[in-house]
């Protein structure tokens, strides 16, 4: 073969691998400033769980230390809870060898816990083996505040009306596929408005804060959901075997208020601050809507007031 004939290709070929070169230079500069400006904790991991790539976004995470993050396992990188939480995920990812979307919480510098939704997928070698995953993870802590906060009741802390509009759909499913029974009640402060009237708007609000403490100790279950639905109105949508136990948990709330025994002058027999409620009960087969329901506990209500207050009816 002639060699100096070749000196031609050679130079072209080695001209075309710098172009490529460069274009790679060109790729990899992109993607080292993606990395470094993402407000994303973005990450890789071996198949033991040793990280290894970790974003400049890492630096808001408790405890992290850039020159000592690369290699090492998140065993040895975060406590035992947490880890077990970012490995499981990667694991999965791993090995159903698809993208897991799941919620992570992590500390911050500032030791506030984050929540972070995190996408995990799997990266192949070049013989399309599995061997490590990466993690791709946006803070979500402010929005799911936001979120949180359009739905709850400042002064109780309870879930206000547009959230009980939002759930009732899903608890009536949930109810249907257990076989149980649904309640809904509504409770009511008797006579709010003298209470008010006589001892001020902070002492009343104090009223609905301990009513709203009455219902959560005696709903408490997982599943319960108590709700503030407007000024002195309270609901409750909670499931059992049957209405003797809804009523039986309907009277622990009655018996809770009354050992709050908060004085009200104008509330006789027993001038102390006492709830009216009704309830309307949905058994698993029925097919009624939320107006329809609401409209029977809210009737029930009505005959609660109507009979004498301090009562539930149904
Ligand atoms: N302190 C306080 N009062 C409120 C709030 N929201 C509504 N109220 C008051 O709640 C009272 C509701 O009274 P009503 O529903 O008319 O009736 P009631 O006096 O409770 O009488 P009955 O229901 O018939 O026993 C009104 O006086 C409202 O001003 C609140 O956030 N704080």
């Known amino acids: 073969m002639d060699e100096a004939a070749n000196v031609p290709a050679l130079l072209e070929e080695i001209a075309?691998?710098?172009?490529?070169?460069?274009?790679?230079?060109?790729?990899?500069?992109?993607?080292?400033?993606?990395?470094?400006?993402?407000?994303?904790?973005?990450?890789?991991?071996?198949?033991?769980?040793?990280?290894?790539?970790?974003?400049?976004?890492?630096?808001?995470?408790?405890?992290?230390?850039?020159?000592?993050?690369?290699?090492?396992?998140?065993?040895?990188?975060?406590?035992?809870?947490?880890?077990?939480?970012?490995?499981?995920?990667?694991?999965?990812?791993?090995?159903?060898?698809?993208?897991?979307?799941?919620?992570?919480?992590?500390?911050?510098?500032?030791?506030?816990?984050?929540?972070?939704?995190?996408?995990?997928f799997p990266l192949y070698d070049e013989h399309g083996q599995v061997n490590a995953t990466c993690a791709v993870s946006t803070d979500i802590t402010q929005a799911r505040a936001a979120e949180d906060s359009s739905?709850?009741?400042?002064?109780?802390?309870?879930?206000?009306?547009?959230?009980?509009?939002?759930?009732?759909?899903?608890?009536?499913?949930?109810?249907?596929?257990?076989?149980?029974?649904?309640?809904?009640?509504?409770?009511?402060?008797?006579?709010?408005?003298?209470?008010?009237?006589?001892?001020?708007?902070?002492?009343?609000?104090?009223?609905?804060?301990?009513?709203a403490h009455s219902m959560r100790a005696a709903l408490h279950r997982a599943g319960d959901l108590c709700f503030r639905i407007g000024g002195d109105e309270f609901a409750c949508l909670y499931t059992s075997s049957g209405t003797e136990e809804s009523l039986a948990l309907a009277a622990e709330i009655r018996t809770a208020m009354a050992a709050h025994a908060i004085p009200h002058r104008d509330n006789p027999p027993g001038l102390l601050v006492t709830l009216s409620m009704g309830a309307a009960f949905l058994a698993a087969g029925a097919e009624l809507g939320l107006d329809q329901l609401y409209l029977l506990a809210d009737q029930a209500l009505y005959r609660a007031k109507h009979l004498g207050r301090d009562r539930i009816a149904t």
């Not at 470094?36 to 970790?54: F, Q, W």
């Not at 999965?92 to 979307?101: D, G, I, T």
């Open 151 to 211: 739905v709850t009741d400042e002064l109780t802390g309870l879930k206000n009306r547009r959230y009980f509009n939002m759930r009732f759909n899903e608890e009536q499913k949930r109810a249907r596929r257990d076989g149980r029974l649904l309640t809904l009640l509504l409770l009511d402060v008797d006579r709010f408005k003298q209470y008010n009237d006589h001892y001020g708007h902070p002492a009343g609000d104090a009223v609905l804060q301990a009513v």
């Open 16 to 120: 075309r691998l710098r172009r490529e070169l460069a274009v790679l230079h060109g790729h990899n500069r992109v993607f080292n400033s993606l990395l470094d400006n993402a407000p994303l904790l973005i990450s890789t991991k071996d198949l033991e769980g040793r990280i290894t790539m970790a974003n400049r976004h890492f630096d808001v995470l408790d405890g992290y230390d850039a020159a000592n993050f690369v290699g090492r396992s998140v065993f040895e990188l975060f406590p035992p809870e947490i880890a077990e939480q970012l490995w499981r995920n990667d694991r999965r990812a791993a090995l159903e060898q698809r993208a897991v979307l799941e919620e992570e919480a992590v500390h911050h510098r500032d030791k506030t816990l984050h929540t972070y939704m995190t996408v995990k």
